[in-house]
Protein backbone atom coordinates (compact mmCIF):
# COMPACT_ATOMS: atom_id res chain seq x y z
CA UNK A 1 0.00 0.00 0.00
CA UNK A 2 1.32 3.20 -1.21
CA UNK A 3 2.04 6.10 1.24
CA UNK A 4 0.34 8.73 -1.16
CA UNK A 5 -3.50 7.78 -2.47
CA UNK A 6 -3.84 8.52 -6.01
CA UNK A 7 -7.53 7.61 -8.25
CA UNK A 8 -5.80 4.62 -10.17
CA UNK A 9 -7.60 6.31 -13.61
CA UNK A 10 -8.53 9.53 -14.89
CA UNK A 11 -9.40 10.39 -18.60
CA UNK A 12 -10.16 12.95 -20.92
CA UNK A 13 -10.70 13.79 -24.78
CA UNK A 14 -7.74 15.62 -26.74
CA UNK A 15 -8.24 19.25 -25.77
CA UNK A 16 -9.90 19.30 -22.71
CA UNK A 17 -8.18 19.46 -18.97
CA UNK A 18 -8.26 16.49 -16.17
CA UNK A 19 -7.03 16.78 -12.86
CA UNK A 20 -5.06 14.00 -10.79
CA UNK A 21 -4.97 14.01 -6.85
CA UNK A 22 -2.80 13.00 -4.46
CA UNK A 23 -3.37 12.45 -0.98
CA UNK A 24 -1.62 12.59 1.89
CA UNK A 25 -1.42 13.62 5.06
CA UNK A 26 0.03 16.44 7.22
CA UNK A 27 3.02 14.82 7.97
CA UNK A 28 3.44 14.73 3.90
CA UNK A 29 2.00 16.69 1.54
CA UNK A 30 0.18 19.01 4.31
CA UNK A 31 3.25 19.59 5.94
CA UNK A 32 5.96 20.48 3.68
CA UNK A 33 5.55 22.42 -0.07
CA UNK A 34 7.79 19.69 -1.91
CA UNK A 35 5.21 17.23 -4.14
CA UNK A 36 6.68 16.53 -6.93
CA UNK A 37 5.18 14.69 -10.25
CA UNK A 38 6.23 12.30 -12.16
CA UNK A 39 5.45 11.13 -16.14
CA UNK A 40 5.95 7.60 -17.18
CA UNK A 41 5.01 5.99 -20.67
CA UNK A 42 5.26 1.73 -20.97
CA UNK A 43 8.49 0.56 -20.68
CA UNK A 44 10.28 3.92 -20.34
CA UNK A 45 11.88 5.90 -17.04
CA UNK A 46 9.64 8.30 -15.38
CA UNK A 47 9.72 11.81 -16.29
CA UNK A 48 10.00 15.17 -13.73
CA UNK A 49 7.43 17.43 -15.38
CA UNK A 50 6.84 19.52 -11.49
CA UNK A 51 8.52 19.92 -8.86
CA UNK A 52 8.16 21.97 -5.31
CA UNK A 53 4.52 21.40 -5.41
CA UNK A 54 3.84 23.88 -8.69
CA UNK A 55 7.41 24.61 -10.72
CA UNK A 56 8.18 23.33 -14.00
CA UNK A 57 11.41 21.89 -15.17
CA UNK A 58 12.76 23.15 -18.23
CA UNK A 59 11.30 21.75 -21.40
CA UNK A 60 8.06 20.51 -19.47
CA UNK A 61 5.35 22.43 -21.72
CA UNK A 62 3.11 24.89 -19.62
CA UNK A 63 0.23 22.90 -19.63
CA UNK A 64 1.31 21.09 -17.07
CA UNK A 65 0.15 22.54 -13.66
CA UNK A 66 0.62 21.67 -10.02
CA UNK A 67 -1.35 22.52 -6.92
CA UNK A 68 -1.70 22.04 -3.01
CA UNK A 69 -4.27 22.56 -0.67
CA UNK A 70 -3.58 21.21 2.86
CA UNK A 71 -3.26 17.54 2.56
CA UNK A 72 -4.32 17.24 -1.40
CA UNK A 73 -1.87 17.97 -4.43
CA UNK A 74 -3.51 18.01 -7.84
CA UNK A 75 -1.59 17.45 -10.76
CA UNK A 76 -4.09 19.56 -13.85
CA UNK A 77 -3.39 18.94 -17.28
CA UNK A 78 -4.67 21.26 -20.07
CA UNK A 79 -5.38 21.01 -23.11
CA UNK A 80 -5.02 17.23 -23.42
CA UNK A 81 -2.86 15.18 -26.42
CA UNK A 82 -2.51 12.04 -26.88
CA UNK A 83 0.90 11.87 -26.26
CA UNK A 84 0.02 12.86 -22.20
CA UNK A 85 -1.49 9.19 -21.85
CA UNK A 86 0.98 7.82 -19.62
CA UNK A 87 1.20 6.59 -16.14
CA UNK A 88 1.27 9.67 -13.56
CA UNK A 89 3.18 9.46 -9.66
CA UNK A 90 3.20 12.16 -7.34
CA UNK A 91 5.55 11.88 -4.26
CA UNK A 92 6.44 14.18 -1.17
CA UNK A 93 8.75 14.88 1.43
CA UNK A 94 7.81 13.33 4.17
CA UNK A 95 9.80 14.58 7.13
CA UNK A 96 12.70 12.74 9.02
CA UNK A 97 14.44 12.50 5.53
CA UNK A 98 11.56 10.14 4.36
CA UNK A 99 10.32 10.35 0.74
CA UNK A 100 6.94 8.80 -0.17
CA UNK A 101 5.00 8.09 -3.33
CA UNK A 102 2.02 7.59 -4.58
CA UNK A 103 0.64 4.40 -6.64
CA UNK A 104 -0.07 6.07 -9.47
CA UNK A 105 -3.15 7.50 -12.25
CA UNK A 106 -3.40 6.14 -15.21
CA UNK A 107 -4.24 8.96 -17.50
CA UNK A 108 -6.22 7.83 -20.69
CA UNK A 109 -6.81 10.07 -23.96
CA UNK A 110 -10.20 9.19 -25.14
CA UNK B 1 23.62 16.21 -21.02
CA UNK B 2 23.68 14.28 -17.98
CA UNK B 3 23.00 10.69 -18.69
CA UNK B 4 22.49 7.41 -15.95
CA UNK B 5 23.01 3.68 -16.65
CA UNK B 6 22.06 1.13 -14.66
CA UNK B 7 24.24 -2.21 -14.59
CA UNK B 8 24.23 -5.34 -12.73
CA UNK B 9 23.26 -9.16 -12.03
CA UNK B 10 19.39 -9.27 -13.55
CA UNK B 11 19.13 -12.04 -11.72
CA UNK B 12 19.61 -13.06 -7.86
CA UNK B 13 18.88 -16.16 -5.87
CA UNK B 14 16.60 -15.83 -2.59
CA UNK B 15 18.54 -14.39 0.42
CA UNK B 16 21.20 -13.34 -1.07
CA UNK B 17 22.85 -9.70 -1.91
CA UNK B 18 21.63 -7.92 -5.02
CA UNK B 19 24.13 -5.37 -6.24
CA UNK B 20 24.00 -2.75 -8.49
CA UNK B 21 26.06 0.44 -9.85
CA UNK B 22 24.96 3.67 -11.31
CA UNK B 23 27.68 5.02 -13.84
CA UNK B 24 26.86 8.75 -14.49
CA UNK B 25 28.06 10.57 -17.87
CA UNK B 26 27.94 14.06 -19.07
CA UNK B 27 28.93 15.57 -15.92
CA UNK B 28 30.65 14.47 -12.85
CA UNK B 29 29.82 12.98 -9.29
CA UNK B 30 31.84 14.99 -7.21
CA UNK B 31 31.51 18.27 -9.02
CA UNK B 32 27.99 19.48 -8.13
CA UNK B 33 26.39 19.09 -4.84
CA UNK B 34 23.38 17.17 -5.27
CA UNK B 35 22.07 14.10 -3.74
CA UNK B 36 22.19 10.78 -6.57
CA UNK B 37 19.43 8.36 -5.68
CA UNK B 38 17.92 4.45 -5.99
CA UNK B 39 14.29 3.73 -7.14
CA UNK B 40 12.27 0.90 -7.67
CA UNK B 41 9.32 -0.62 -9.36
CA UNK B 42 7.78 -3.71 -9.11
CA UNK B 43 6.04 -5.72 -11.97
CA UNK B 44 2.78 -3.42 -12.59
CA UNK B 45 2.73 -1.93 -9.59
CA UNK B 46 4.36 2.05 -8.38
CA UNK B 47 7.36 3.72 -7.42
CA UNK B 48 9.29 3.05 -4.19
CA UNK B 49 12.53 5.02 -2.87
CA UNK B 50 14.98 2.98 -1.65
CA UNK B 51 17.89 5.86 -0.61
CA UNK B 52 20.17 8.24 -1.86
CA UNK B 53 23.72 9.22 -1.56
CA UNK B 54 25.24 12.76 -1.53
CA UNK B 55 28.80 12.83 -3.40
CA UNK B 56 29.99 13.12 0.34
CA UNK B 57 28.95 9.79 1.02
CA UNK B 58 25.87 10.97 3.38
CA UNK B 59 23.15 8.55 2.99
CA UNK B 60 19.73 8.30 3.88
CA UNK B 61 17.51 5.33 3.00
CA UNK B 62 13.46 4.30 3.04
CA UNK B 63 13.15 3.07 6.70
CA UNK B 64 11.23 0.22 5.81
CA UNK B 65 14.44 -1.18 4.00
CA UNK B 66 17.04 0.47 6.02
CA UNK B 67 18.42 -2.36 7.45
CA UNK B 68 19.35 -4.07 4.35
CA UNK B 69 20.34 -1.33 1.60
CA UNK B 70 23.92 0.33 1.35
CA UNK B 71 24.31 2.71 -0.62
CA UNK B 72 27.82 4.33 -1.90
CA UNK B 73 30.00 6.49 -3.79
CA UNK B 74 32.84 6.69 -5.87
CA UNK B 75 33.61 9.94 -7.42
CA UNK B 76 36.34 8.77 -9.09
CA UNK B 77 34.50 6.77 -11.22
CA UNK B 78 31.32 8.76 -11.54
CA UNK B 79 29.65 6.07 -10.08
CA UNK B 80 27.50 5.29 -6.99
CA UNK B 81 26.40 1.79 -5.93
CA UNK B 82 23.09 -0.01 -4.11
CA UNK B 83 23.42 -3.46 -2.04
CA UNK B 84 20.74 -4.73 -1.28
CA UNK B 85 20.69 -7.68 1.26
CA UNK B 86 18.57 -10.56 2.05
CA UNK B 87 16.35 -10.60 -1.01
CA UNK B 88 13.36 -12.51 -1.28
CA UNK B 89 10.54 -12.57 -4.79
CA UNK B 90 9.28 -9.24 -2.93
CA UNK B 91 12.45 -7.32 -4.02
CA UNK B 92 11.94 -8.25 -7.68
CA UNK B 93 11.46 -4.94 -9.19
CA UNK B 94 12.75 -2.25 -12.13
CA UNK B 95 15.70 -0.26 -10.43
CA UNK B 96 16.25 2.66 -11.63
CA UNK B 97 19.08 5.24 -10.57
CA UNK B 98 18.74 9.09 -10.79
CA UNK B 99 19.92 12.52 -9.84
CA UNK B 100 18.47 13.96 -6.62
CA UNK B 101 17.69 17.38 -6.01
CA UNK B 102 20.65 19.22 -4.13
CA UNK B 103 18.54 18.93 -0.95
CA UNK B 104 16.96 15.58 0.16
CA UNK B 105 13.89 17.48 0.96
CA UNK B 106 13.41 19.35 -2.37
CA UNK B 107 12.10 15.61 -3.48
CA UNK B 108 12.68 15.51 -7.14
CA UNK B 109 15.15 13.11 -9.37
CA UNK B 110 15.90 13.99 -12.75
CA UNK B 111 16.73 12.55 -14.99
CA UNK B 112 16.57 8.92 -14.49
CA UNK B 113 18.13 5.98 -15.64
CA UNK B 114 16.28 3.50 -18.07
CA UNK B 115 16.33 0.76 -15.91
CA UNK B 116 16.97 -2.66 -15.11
CA UNK B 117 15.34 -5.56 -14.19
CA UNK B 118 16.19 -7.75 -11.29
CA UNK B 119 14.28 -10.84 -11.00
CA UNK B 120 14.72 -12.92 -7.71
CA UNK B 121 14.79 -16.17 -8.16
CA UNK B 122 16.29 -19.80 -7.24
Known amino acids: QSALTQPPSASGSPGQSVTISCTGT?????????VSWYQQHPGKAPKLMIYEVSKRPSGVPDRFSGSKSGNTASLTVSGLQPEDEADYYCSSYAGSNNLVFGGGTKLTVL | QLQLQESGPGLVKPSETLSLTCSVS??????????WGWIRQPPGKGLEWIGS???????YCNPSLKSRVSITVDTSKSQFSLKLSSVTAADTAVYYC??????????????WGQGTLVIVSS
Open chain 2, 53 to 59: VFYSGTT
Open chain 2, 98 to 111: ARHSPMLRDNWFDP
Open chain 1, 26 to 34: SSDIGGYNY
Open chain 2, 26 to 35: GGSISSSSYY
